[in-house]
């Protein structure tokens, strides 16, 4: 099993490590990524918007970063990537959602993961959209009925998500 190691750097993600833990277990096995590890930051606005603007050359908050691993910077230790997940924002938008944390939190770390598999939301026709609400079903047991999907997106209807691996090109790889 891949390790998860996960970084809290402010109170309120304390209470959230363990169940944030179970979640991408459950994730690793589910997509066949068992044996590759992933470090999680739960941090506060200002620790992720220091790294959004870092790596991303985004001034802002967001709720979740996404960074997946070079392959080749350490081959005998797979390594998935890293996320980072702002647990104040987390909060903001679990309460504008009507929902609750965890649900949230099982969302962000959901749409994070496909991240690091190579998926892209922005660019794939609905692909990764259709896998995070069947994998937050599956894994988590989260419909997004209650809450209508992220981002202002509409669901296709009659459309069902299968686990597919992306195509990734050699340049996109090697980012």
Not at 94 to 115: C, I, K, N, Q, V
Request: aromatic residues 4%.
């Amino acid at each position: 099993m891949g390790t998860i190691d996960i970084v809290v750097t402010c109170r309120s993600g304390r209470r959230l490590a363990r169940s944030c833990s179970r979640l991408l277990r459950r994730l690793q096995k589910e997509t066949g990524n068992a044996g590759r590890g992933i470090t999680l930051l739960l941090a506060s606005d200002a620790g992720v918007r220091r790294l959004n603007r870092r790596w991303l050359g985004k001034d802002g908050t967001t709720d979740v970063l996404s960074f997946p691993a070079r392959g080749d910077l350490e081959p005998c230790r797979p390594h998935l990537g890293d996320l980072a997940i702002s647990v104040p924002q987390a909060q903001r938008q679990a309460h504008r959602a009507g929902w609750r944390l965890h649900d949230e939190m099982s969302l962000l770390l959901t749409h994070g993961f496909l991240h690091l598999l190579g998926y892209d939301h922005e660019t794939d026709g609905g692909t990764m959209r259709r896998l995070e609400e069947d994998l937050l079903k599956r894994v988590a047991g989260v419909t997004l009925e209650r809450r209508g999907l992220p981002w202002g997106v509409k669901r296709a209807a009659g459309r069902k998500a299968r686990w597919r691996r992306p195509e990734v090109s050699g340049s996109e790889r090697d980012r």
